[in-house]
């Protein structure tokens, strides 16, 4: 039993115990938190989190900037005893990150990263730098996250997809990236997709990036996260990262293999994910773009949730069970999950416990209290991390609700957890790297940023180091062998050789590690590789293709094939990095592998398939035909080839698929007028005369609402004409829809309004109801919910699925009930407990899901559209209206376009509903499914 402010249980291992470490007031709202050579936690606050939502006079408030703090246990109790004010800065709005390394203090606040520095050791800074400015996502948690450092001596950090980001280090060297994600916040208004970064690439969504200490350097790791929190490094080099989810069915915990994409976005970073959900596939599938070529394995998808702060666990303290441990923090689920990733083949399993909770059972289908909420909600890890002495240190955000989109806790609660093993008093270790022994102390200490303090100190001894940093090499701790093999690779020639040895080690790890090494420090990537390419294991020929990407063919031909040559035909993360050793030599890798490839495509084996779907090189465009249409091949090898050819940007690929479109066999007919109506809006845009192949078609009642629009604005209609016009069209869902328009427009006479306002409400289009309250007055006044009231009323689960089935379906899914046009709800019980589910569907537009802002398009035709962006390139937008049908829009043909942070979901009142119906609603979707 754990006794805070309020009485709260935490479920662990047995061998484990956890205690209350601090709490508020000591500090409040802890977002990210980090430790010093002292031992003593750094906190950074979030108490004026995202204002525009959360007024400040209703609650606790910091007018003068967010602060970070310093908590210390002074007397070794175990539990801490002084907190002060380090800084305290109006630039900090919102940080998310914090990294103490030596004197400086990193902290992670968009749009800048800012280190402050303590030149005295009175901890106040004496010195304040933006060290990097630039990142998208100003008070929005899709945004700058903490860094930390690797054990390669470099700066890892990351940023979620609230760009754009555009960042130039201090060697004049410009990141460029974005998607056309906006929202969140009333300051995310002008990110936009394919953005070109100096190194001649498009990065998009969310960044895992490196930087040298000294601000150059700047190198993407990895793209096309949504949310991705925060990165951890293990002393191999590895990266981990959590990830979040637009549905409560997709949050993730991955390995990021370097440079690679992770899916949220297209490709560009034109389309959500929804604009690229292909007939049959499922959400986790499609969110994560698991079936295109060019993305990684998506990793452990946990389902519903808000992921936040990740660490690797590599000390002995905890005891041997937990050395290797993976820790992701999941906020929405009140739970810390673990992981001991297992290798296999390129890449990793993930098998996941739930390591620490409030609830014995993360999983269970728990039935909220019909007139209390259950304390247990309000755990919400925000962070994780490992202290000096080998414990965990939870910061615990501590809200009803996830901070996302609101706060409902007004006193700025929070805490901090310590984890020890049960019955053991862990000591904080006094660090001296004054000479060696204290700078191998720290360099083997279990925090991760301590031992960076060891590295450079004997970094700096150079050659001289050598001998004591080798005899880390036989340490009984793996972790510790692999950071000697780094600081060995950056002790000169002496130490290099030592490195290199290791490339014929007989562990696997070291070997990867000490490639990964090497890389670093010699230009000559190709002399490297060939020193390893032969090797058995392919998570090191993976490192190889890694390190070949941007070599030019003709000096890694060789190379490229021998590791093509080496897929099993099966392994998805190694394809993947044979795919990126190709990055813009496809053609050139597929000439050189066509003399050993049948001619005839029938008769490819599934390795050949394989590479050549992860290649899709044009000239392939004929083939892929082939065997999309032949009918001795597997269904699932005719699909394959049809995606291959929907990854093709050149005209044979178009023209292909569009024969595939009307061959006989339905199967292949679908699919092929799937992609020919996907690509025309995007990649193929501009490859064919498109209003020639496929000429748009207007229905019957769009061609009847614009020749009445086009009557009613004519000065020659009598007035009385026009408000029967206008009555008429207020009642069909197309001319509802031009009204709408008119009406954003500023183009409809105000002496119609009171007319369309007695018709429009009663529109059949839920999504013109929804519209029209913005520009028409509601008839009889706007009806007032008591969520009080609602909230003391017993809900009726049978009767609260005909109020889903009857409202709510033809937008949510919830089990086997609805479509998949909104959120997904089927795990929406445990995200939400009673109150802020009924607090979401009282007040719809109050907490948009990120990617769900509506948007209105106008078309200089006078049509109009209304619901999620989901594509916006330059040739063409895609909107996904509320009834889920998509609109592909040539941008030539758009006359304006409104982001709403009016929620496309209707308010209850407008659909009718009673106060005992939302109980009802509401006790249904709480019951799990």
Not at 7 to 29: C, H, I, K, Q, R
Not at 328 to 348: C, H, L, M, T
Not at 445 to 458: D, V
Request: glycine letters at 8%; charged letters at 25%; one cysteine or more.
């Amino acid at each position: 039993m754990i006794v805070g402010s309020d009485s709260n249980t935490l479920y662990l291992p047995d061998d484990l115990e956890a205690t209350v470490w601090a709490e508020a007031p000591m500090f409040y709202n802890p977002t990210n938190i980090d430790v010093d050579a002292r031992g003593r936690i750094w906190v950074t606050e979030a108490v004026n989190y995202r204002n525009f939502n959360n007024k400040p006079e209703t609650r606790l408030d910091h007018p003068n900037g967010e602060r970070v703090m310093i908590l210390e246990d002074t007397n070794g109790d175990g539990k801490a005893d002084q907190s002060k004010v380090y800084v305290e800065d109006k630039d900090l709005v919102s940080p998310l990150g914090i990294a103490v390394i030596g004197n400086k203090t990193i902290v992670s606040a968009a749009p800048n990263l800012i280190i402050y520095t303590d030149e005295n050791g009175d901890d106040k800074p004496d010195k304040k730098e933006v060290f990097l400015t630039g990142f998208g996502g100003l008070d929005h948690d899709h945004s700058l996250h903490a860094l930390v450092a690797g054990p390669d001596g470099k700066w890892y950090f990351n940023t979620g997809n609230a760009g754009p980001h555009i960042v130039t280090d201090k060697s004049g060297w410009t990141l460029r990236s974005g998607s056309l994600y906006t929202g969140g916040t009333p300051y995310n208004k002008l990110n936009k997709g394919n953005r070109v970064s100096d190194d001649g690439r498009v990065w998009v969504g969310g960044l895992a990036l490196r930087i040298n200490p000294d601000g150059t350097g700047l190198k993407v790791m990895g793209h096309n996260f949504r949310n991705n929190y925060e990165t951890a490094l293990d002393s191999y080099g590895n990266m981990w990262q959590n990830d979040n989810d637009d549905q409560v069915v997709a949050c993730r915990t991955s390995w990021l293999m370097e440079g690679a994409n992770m899916g949220y976005f297209s490709q560009d970073g034109t389309r959500y994910w929804q604009g690229d959900q292909r007939p049959g596939q499922d959400i986790p599938t499609a969110h994560w773009h698991q079936e295109d070529p060019g993305v990684i394995p998506a990793g452990d998808i946990s389902g519903a949730g808000s992921p936040t702060g990740v660490v690797f666990y590599e000390g002995d303290q905890l005891g041997a069970n937990y050395r290797g441990m993976l820790l992701s923090a999941e906020a929405g689920r009140n739970v810390i999950f673990s992981y001991k990733p297992e290798p296999q083949g390129a890449g990793y399993r993930m098998p996941r416990t739930d390591f620490i909770s409030t609830f014995p059972k993360v999983d269970e289908n728990y039935k909220w209290n019909d007139i209390t909420d259950d304390i247990r909600k309000w755990f919400r890890p925000s962070d994780v991390t490992v202290g000096t002495d080998g414990a965990l240190y939870i910061a615990d955000w501590f809200d009803p609700v996830v901070g996302g989109h609101q706060m409902k806790d007004k006193k700025g609660y929070g805490r901090i957890y310590r984890i020890t093993p049960k019955g053991k008093n862990l000591k904080v270790p006094v660090i001296n790297t004054d000479k060696t022994k204290g700078q191998i102390l720290a360099l083997t200490n279990p925090a991760t940023n301590i031992r960076l303090l060891g590295f450079e100190k004997l970094k700096a001894q150079g050659d001289k180091a050598v001998k004591p940093v080798s005899k880390l090499l036989t340490d009984p701790n793996p972790y510790h062998r692999a950071r000697a093999i780094w600081l060995l690779s950056q002790l000169g020639p002496k130490g290099q050789r030592k490195v290199e040895e290791l490339l014929k080690s007989d562990q696997v790890d070291l070997r990867i590690t000490a490639f990964r090494a090497l890389k670093q420090m010699r230009p000559d990537a190709v002399a490297l590789a060939r020193k390893v390419v032969d090797d058995p294991s392919s998570a090191v020929r993976r490192e190889v293709a890694i390190a070949l990407r941007d070599v030019p063919f003709e000096q890694c031909k060789d190379l490229l094939v021998k590791l093509a040559n080496g897929y099993d035909g099966i392994d998805r993360f190694y394809l993947e990095a044979v795919g990126m050793a190709a990055d813009q030599k496809e053609e050139a890798l597929y000439a050189a592998l066509k003399p050993t490839i049948p001619a005839n495509p029938v008769q490819w084996d599934q390795k050949t398939a394989n590479l050549i779907w992860r290649l899709h090189p044009a000239s392939t465009a004929e083939l892929m035909k082939q065997r999309a249409m032949a009918p001795t091949l597997t269904a699932d090898a005719r699909k394959q080839a049809i995606v291959a050819l929907g990854f093709m940007k050149d005209p044979a690929a178009a023209r292909a698929m569009i024969d595939l479109s009307k061959q006989a066999d339905k199967t292949v007919a679908q699919q092929g007028e799937y992609w020919v109506n996907f690509r025309r809006s995007n990649d193929w845009a501009n490859l064919l005369n498109w209003d020639e192949v496929m000429p748009p078609k207007l229905s019957e009642p769009e061609q009847k609402a614009l020749a009445m629009r086009q009557k009613l604005m004519e000065e020659y209609t009598s007035a009385d004409d026009k408000v029967k016009l206008a009555k008429e069209m207020a009642a069909s869902p197309e001319g509802g829809k031009l009204l709408v328009g008119l009406a954003a427009e500023k183009k409809l006479p105000e002496n119609l309004k009171p007319a369309i306002s007695e018709v429009i409400f009663t529109n059949s289009d839920q999504s013109v109801r929804t519209m029209a309250g913005d520009y028409f007055t509601r008839p009889g006044g706007s009806v007032t919910f008591s969520q009080k009231k609602i909230e003391s009323l017993s809900g009726n689960e049978t009767a609260g699925l005909t109020v889903f089935r009857a409202n709510c379906a033809t937008c949510h899914r919830h089990g086997q009930q609805g479509k998949d046009i909104g959120p997904e709800l089927t795990k929406i019980h445990q995200k939400f407990d009673r109150t802020g589910l009924l607090d979401a569907i009282l007040n719809p537009s109050a907490g948009l899901a990120f990617g769900y802002e509506p948007w209105l398009i106008t078309t200089k035709n006078g049509q109009t559209y209304y619901g999620f962006l989901i594509s916006d390139g330059q040739e063409a937008l895609v909107v996904k209206d509320a009834a889920g049908q998509k609109h592909t829009l040539p941008t030539a043909h758009i006359a304006s376009r409104k982001q709403y942070s009016t929620s496309l979901m209707p308010d209850p009142a407008s659909l009718g509903l009673s106060e005992q119906q939302l109980a009802d609603l509401v006790a249904y979707l709480l019951k799990g499914n």
